[in-house]
């Protein structure tokens, strides 16, 4: 179901569903969905029968990871799609010998996020227009 993205149609497919969440499902402008950071990100492609369902975006920051950009088509949500998605990211992360993780959770995804070990740092703070909290886990 998940997969590093490793061809031009594997970006394109990751951008189709971050398109369909964040641009047209939050509203979130193009130039603060696409950013600088795209070309120098690892990204994570799900589908089912190669029909894209979710992305994430890897940032790797010296001895920490970044995790972006996750989402799930809306259609596919609460089939644990997502639980999944964070896992293998999680996975890719370790299997480059980083064990702590960063990640900007919507608010109302904060439990979600806890779920797989973030703890919620600092206060809420908003971004493209909505309100994050900064999460951290580390297993060092």
Do not use: C, W
């Not at 696409?34 to 790797?60: C, K, M, Q, T």
């Not at 644990?80 to 064990?99: A, E, F, P, S, T």
Request: hydrophobic content about 40%; proline content about 2%; cysteine-free.
């Amino acid at each position: 179901m998940f997969r590093l993205a490793a061809t031009y149609s594997d970006l394109i497919k990751v951008f189709i569903v971050r398109g369909i969440v964040f641009m047209e499902e939050q509203a979130v402008p193009y130039g603060e969905e696409i950013d600088e950071y795209e070309l120098s990100s690892v990204h994570v492609l799900g589908e089912i029968d190669e029909e894209p369902v979710a992305a994430g975006r890897i940032r790797f920051l010296q001895d920490t990871a970044k995790l972006e950009r996750l989402a799930i088509r809306p259609q596919y949500r609460k089939k644990g799609y997502g639980h999944q998605l964070v896992d293998y990211m999680m996975d890719v992360v370790r299997k480059n010998g980083i064990y702590k993780f960063r990640i900007h959770a919507q608010t109302h995804l904060a439990d979600f996020y806890g779920e797989h070990g973030f703890s919620i740092q600092g206060d809420r703070f908003e971004e493209a227009g909505i309100l994050h909290f900064r999460m951290v886990r580390s297993e060092m």
